[in-house]
C-alpha cells in the first residue's frame, strides 16, 4: 500500500521561508520520480516542482530560484525549501509520485501573510 505524508506546512509572513518534507512508504522509493503540487482556493491544482530518481529537479516558472526540491533516500522522503514565500504561493501543497500508478498525499496547507 502506498502512502504519502506531508509535513511541515504552516503560516509563514511573506519573504519569510518554509520547508516541507514528504514521507513516502510501499514504493521503491530511490527508483521514483516524486513531485510538489499545490491548490489554492478557487484554483486548479498545478504542478510546482520534481525530482526524479537521479536527482533530476524541475520546477513552475512561478517558483524557480525561490524553492528547492531534494531527495532521501536513506530515509524515504523528499522535501520542498521554500524560500521568499509570497502570499501566492498560499495553497494546501500536496506530495506525489507516479511509481506504477498515480499516488497524492492528503496535503499541507501552507498560508503566508502578507
Known amino acids: 500500500q502506498v502512502q504519502l505524508v506531508e509535513s511541515g506546512g504552516g503560516l509563514v509572513q511573506a519573504g519569510g521561508s518554509l520547508r516541507l518534507s514528504c514521507a513516502a512508504s510501499?514504493?521503491?522509493?530511490?527508483?521514483?520520480?516524486m513531485g510538489w503540487y499545490r491548490q489554492a482556493p478557487g484554483k486548479s491544482r498545478e504542478f510546482v516542482a520534481t525530482?526524479?530518481?537521479?536527482?533530476?529537479?524541475n520546477y513552475a516558472d512561478s517558483v524557480k530560484g525561490r524553492f528547492t526540491i531534494s531527495r532521501d533516500n536513506a530515509k524515504n522522503t523528499v522535501n520542498l525549501q521554500m524560500n521568499s514565500l509570497k502570499p501566492e504561493d498560499t495553497a494546501v501543497y500536496y506530495c506525489s509520485t507516479d511509481w506504477r500508478g498515480s499516488y497524492w498525499g492528503q496535503g499541507t496547507q501552507v498560508t503566508v501573510s502578507s
Open positions: 510501499g514504493i521503491i522509493f530511490s527508483m521514483a520520480t
Open positions: 525530482i526524479t530518481s537521479g536527482s533530476a529537479t
